[in-house]
């Protein structure tokens, strides 16, 4: 099944429309308006409830980061997943869905020393630490505060999946502890309130291919028993982060997670004959790839213009809502949504920045499309709005809807032109 193909498999089509849990999209935009994010929570449950039936055995984590939406947060929670934040601001987050704070875990470097008193105070799972700075910190902390801390040692490792489009790991990075000099680096301190539970890797984003997949699960297992082993601490978590990648462009086929399961399944058992695993957390920290293919992006046409032999449909809504397309170079898949199927002319999807890199995607076919049809730009469940520059030339916020068992429910009203004074003081 091609990318252009498998999106379209949670989505409708009626009288040659778009349709979201058998909404029309012109439904949704007259009465929402538009630029407008749409997340259908039936998709959200649907990848979960697969990655769960999968990856048996293992928690599986949501990074806030790929969409904060409270809604599409509470909805992950409800169903089992803990939650992986990054900032103060997605603790506070996390603390609004109820999630237990077992169920909380804290990576990212950079982590600043209130929001690191406030994780302590919060009693949240662990600490994913990136440096021996951050470790010192954190046990002072742990002092002050008289209390320990569960802390997960963020390892660097020398390999690499070398197809994700985005590398964590493998070279220099601001990125956690590099592999060769953790042991050296942890025997330099004596912890009193940072307790080690274990490891977490992550090695890279957006990764389709299954192998490269396994065989960094494989090496975060075994590092993860020869740390444990090295360290002389006991082996009660591993992280090993994420990077299921969605297909965007056609020519990309959705990741294998049968097969990787399987490998997964095999590896575990091998190390299980060696290692005693048994009271050890296994878990994966997923964002996209439980997000992105629930969330479609729909912005209207307002003009549509020849320059110099290219077509330009010119859009209410642009980069300042899409930016991962312009500036990480993802080929989102693009379709007329109120006249799907178009055929012939071919134009340039540009959003009306004054720039001339908002451009959301180029030689999309929309035939007849005119003024006021409906733009939809899919996978935009992940890195859209949390992601964009929202307030690039002042344009007000997009709202955001989600379909909730069919019903659509305003998530985040739609902003106005004193957006622009958000936070301005003394004017």
């Known amino acids: ?68 939406n409270l809604h599409v947060i509470k ?23 109820g999630v237990s704070p077992a169920n909380i875990i804290f990576a990212g470097p950079g982590k600043t020393d209130t929001e690191l008193r406030e994780a302590v105070i919060s009693g949240i799972y662990a600490i994913n630490v990136e440096s021996l700075a951050e470790l010192r910190r954190l046990e002072s902390i742990g002092d002050e505060l008289q209390k320990d801390v569960g802390v997960a040692l963020r390892i660097n490792t020398r390999g690499t999946a070398e197809s994700a489009p985005e590398k964590m790991v493998g070279g220099s990075s601001k990125f ?14 004596a912890l009193n309130r940072c307790k080690v539970l274990g490891i977490h890797v992550y090695t890279g984003s957006g990764v389709l291919n299954a192998q490269e997949l396994l065989e960094a699960f494989k090496r975060t297992l ?29 020519d990309e086929e959705p990741l294998d997670l049968a097969a990787y399961a399987a490998g997964v399944k095999s590896a ?20 996209r790839y ?22 330009y449909a010119i859009t209410d809504g642009g980069m ?32 009306p920045l004054c720039t001339p890199i908002d451009v ?8 007849s499309a005119g003024v006021g049809d409906i733009v939809a730009v899919f996978n935009s469940g992940a890195y859209g709005y949390s992601m964009s520059m929202l307030h690039f030339l002042s344009h007000p916020l997009p709202a955001e809807v989600v379909i909730n068992n069919g019903t659509p429910v305003l998530a985040r009203r739609r902003g106005g032109v004193e957006d622009a004074l958000i936070h301005q003081v003394n004017y």
Request: glycine fraction near 10%.
């Open 1 to 68: 099944m091609s990318g252009s193909q498998h999106w379209m498999q949670y989505y409708g089509e009626s009288d040659g429309e778009l349709t979201i849990s058998g909404i029309k999209v012109s439904q949704l935009t007259k009465r929402f308006g538009t630029p407008l994010y749409v997340y259908d929570l039936s998709v959200v449950e649907k990848k979960f409830r697969t990655v769960k039936e999968a990856l048996d055995g293992f928690d599986i984590f949501y990074s806030i980061k790929a969409n904060p």
């Open 75 to 97: 909805r992950l929670v409800r169903l089992g997943a803990g939650l992986e934040i990054a900032s103060a601001g997605e603790l506070f987050l996390a603390k609004k869905t």
């Open 176 to 189: 956690g502890f590099d592999e060769e000099k953790v042991v050296a680096e942890l025997r330099s301190i």
């Open 222 to 250: 075994q590092l993860a028993c020869n740390l444990s082993r090295e360290l002389r601490f006991p082996l009660r978590f591993i992280d090993f982060g994420g990077g299921f990648g969605v297909p965007y462009s056609e």
């Open 268 to 287: 575990l058992k091998e190390a299980s004959e060696r290692y005693d695993l048994s009271n050890t957390r296994l878990a994966f920290e997923l964002g």
């Open 290 to 311: 439980l997000v992105a293919e629930s969330g479609i992006y729909l912005t209207k046409i307002t003009d549509i213009k020849e320059s110099r032999g290219t077509t």
């Open 320 to 351: 300042n809502h899409q930016v991962r397309p312009v500036f990480m170079k993802t080929e989102h898949p693009v379709a007329i949504a109120t006249a799907l199927g178009s055929k012939g002319r071919r134009a340039n999807i540009a959003g």
């Open 360 to 367: 959301l995607a180029s030689g999309i076919e929309i035939g």
